[in-house]
Structure formats: structure tokens, C-alpha cells
T-cell receptor, first 110, second 116 residues
Framework: EDQVTQSPEALRLQEGESSSLNCSYT??????LFWYRQDPGKGPEFLFT???AGEEKEKERLKATLTKKESFLHITAPKPEDSATYLC???????????FGTGTRLLVSP | EAGVAQSPRYKIIEKRQSVAFWCNPI?????LYWYQQILGQGPKLLIQ????????DSQLPKDRFSAERLKGVDSTLKIQPAKLEDSAVYLC??????????????FGQGTRLTVV
């Protein structure tokens, strides 16, 4: 069965303090790994798609990378507005189910 | 481009009552999903439609939950009768026709259900 494990569960950073979030996955044929941001009371907002090992995507202070077993979301010099829950999801072959991890709650203090 | 629309935003019901949620996906999106998100957890897939057909409902509690997608566009998710543990946010999402490489899904704001 496809599984996605995210760590840490929660992360507290000072403004400007860079760090990384981890997403480990087990999937029967990867057809995409997706990162989302979710603010309280809102639906997940799409950030990145990664398809193959070695691929990287960047957006402002965020960079996502992918290996054959895990993905990292690197946050460089975060700001308080980056505070949110970051969710990782994978699609498999076959019916391409979209399976989510439990997320990492990020809090950036000024 | 209009996003995924869901209604209502909030709903409070007593246990054993029934409730229905509505979703209108992004125009032209063939795939529609319903997820259940319990507080502090990631979204859990309940059912996935490809056009009118169900492609996965393995985690849908079929004794109380039902879903349909009308003419391959709008969808409704119903719970009857509701239990306390059904308290959660119900998220609808849609994505364009799947190719070999999976496409991203776009989410609505969700419906927060409280069962008392």
C-alpha cells in the first residue's frame, strides 16, 4: 500500500532561520510527488510537482527536491507569512490515487 | 479561472442525522476527489471519480457514506446517519484528465462538519 511519512510533525523557526522538511514515500510506481501549503480554515494550495529523482523546483523562498525514496522542502530565510502546514502527496500508477502525508506544521516567529 | 466551489462552508448536525455536501469542480476537469481531513491529520481520500465513473472508493464507509457525480461535473457527498467521529473538514478537489505523468489537484475551501 502507498505510504507517505512527513517529518517533523511540527517545526518552529525564527525569521531568517533556514531549514528543511522531509517527505518519505513508498509507492507502487511514482507518477508525481506534490507539495501543498495549507493555511488554517482553507483547502490545500498547490506548490510544486516533482516527477523524477534529481528534479528540483523553486518558488520564492521554497525549493523542493526529489530522490527515489524521499523529497525535501527547503525553506531559505523564512518569514512569518510562511507559517502554515506543508503537505506532501504522491500519485501511483494504475488509477493514480493521490495519497497525502500527515503534514508538517511550520511556525515562523519574527 | 474559477476554482473549486464547495457548499456549505460550515454545518452542525446531531448524531444520526443526515447531511449532504456539494462540489463544483474547475471547468473541464475530468477527475474529482472527496477527502476527509480530521483536525491535525492529512487529507484521507474517500472517493475518486473519473468523469462519471468511480475509480477508487476503497476508504469510503459505504454503510453510511455515498457520493455521486452528476453528468461528469458536479458532485454530492452524503452521510446518513452521521456519527460523532465524522466531525471533520470535507475537501473536494479536481484535476485535469490524467496522463502518464499525474497532474496536480486543486482544492476547494472545504466544508467543516461538526456532529454533536
Amino acid at each position: 500500500e502507498d505510504q507517505v511519512t512527513q517529518s517533523p510533525e511540527a517545526l518552529r523557526l525564527q525569521e531568517g532561520e533556514s531549514s528543511s522538511l522531509n517527505c518519505s514515500y513508498t509507492v507502487s510506481g511514482l507518477r508525481g510527488l506534490f507539495w501543498y501549503r495549507q493555511d488554517p480554515g482553507k483547502g490545500p494550495e498547490f506548490l510544486f510537482t516533482l516527477y523524477s529523482a534529481g528534479e528540483e523546483k523553486e518558488k520564492e523562498r521554497l525549493k523542493a527536491t526529489l530522490t527515489k525514496k524521499e523529497s525535501f522542502l527547503h525553506i531559505t530565510a523564512p518569514k512569518p507569512e510562511d507559517s502554515a502546514t506543508y503537505l506532501c502527496a504522491v500519485r501511483n500508477t494504475g488509477f493514480q490515487k493521490l495519497v497525502f502525508g500527515t503534514g508538517t506544521r511550520l511556525l515562523v516567529s519574527p | 479561472e474559477a476554482g473549486v466551489a464547495q457548499s456549505p462552508r460550515y454545518k452542525i448536525i446531531e448524531k444520526r442525522q443526515s447531511v449532504a455536501f456539494w462540489c463544483n469542480p474547475i471547468s473541464g476537469h475530468a477527475t474529482l476527489y472527496w477527502y476527509q481531513q480530521i483536525l491535525g491529520q492529512g487529507p484521507k481520500l474517500l472517493i475518486q471519480f473519473q468523469n462519471n465513473g468511480v475509480v477508487d472508493d476503497s476508504q469510503l464507509p459505504k454503510d453510511r457514506f455515498s457520493a455521486e457525480r452528476l453528468k461528469g461535473v458536479d458532485s454530492t457527498l452524503k452521510i446518513q446517519p452521521a456519527k460523532l467521529e465524522d466531525s471533520a473538514v470535507y475537501l473536494c478537489a479536481s484535476s485535469s484528465r490524467e496522463s502518464y505523468w499525474g497532474t496536480e489537484a486543486f482544492f476547494g475551501q472545504g466544508t467543516r462538519l461538526t456532529v454533536v
